[in-house]
């Protein structure tokens, strides 16, 4: 029993990392309607910069702000610089543009810091909490530091002005426009907001996995999965989605099929969802008149 439930917490911290960028997926879509391929390597890159931080002498929280602000303005920077020219082209366009990103970022890490494996530091005490084995500190730690995240999110556009002003942007540009609030500033702070959403995962999932250049691709998969079961355009669901996959991932990795395949729980959850519910389980179905 004790033992399942080490399981059941692991996939609650593990969720809890999918659910933040499957958050980040979400606002991006909201925001353009596409999938930001790019996410990833985003949070990967903003991790490195955390690395060069500590390594440079910084304590790890002032790094781990730091890098919050600087992963915020890379993602505003990237939407300014690089999505805007290309947000009225063919979608196609945009998949080959965010695609670009993806491997531009993959590449400027290993040709900065190698590709070398790097250990990445753990804030938390070695020494699991309260003398108990089922969860390690880390674990605790990262699914505290999730939690935080998500509710400061969702104040933020629950009850702030400029929250709801993002959201008034991303579902209604046009009408949003007519009231006087300024769309293209908008999402250029939803791409910020979402870059240093993505660099909180990946901060928290680097002591599990290693740093390297290749660390978020199957994290990312993992949040499209979440995403996607909750519903790629409800950020609550997505959050849920990530959640889920992350408890699912490891019992069925521990149980069913083995560490080495847990990989295809995600693409199996993937099109499930797409062949049964492609709106996901909080997600709107649109039904359009032709």
Known sequence: MDAFLHQVIAGLATGGIYASLALALVMIYNATHHVNFAQGELAMFSTYLCWTMINAGWPYWAAFFATLVLAFLLGAAIERIIVR????????????????????????AGWIYTYTIKSFPSPFPEQPPFGSHIISSHELGAISVTLIVLLLVYLFFRFTPLGLAMRAASQNPDSSRLVG??????????WGMAAAIGATAGMMIAPVVFLEPNMMAGVLLYAFAGALVGGIDSPGGAVLGGFIVGVLENIVGAYLIGTELKLTVALVLIVGVLVVRPAGLFGKVIVTRV
């Open 181 to 190: 609030i300024r769309v293209g500033w908008m999402l250029a702070l939803g």
């Open 85 to 108: 020219p290309v947000e009225r082209a063919p979608v196609l366009t945009v998949v080959v543009v965010f695609i670009g990103l993806l491997l531009i970022l993959n590449s400027l």
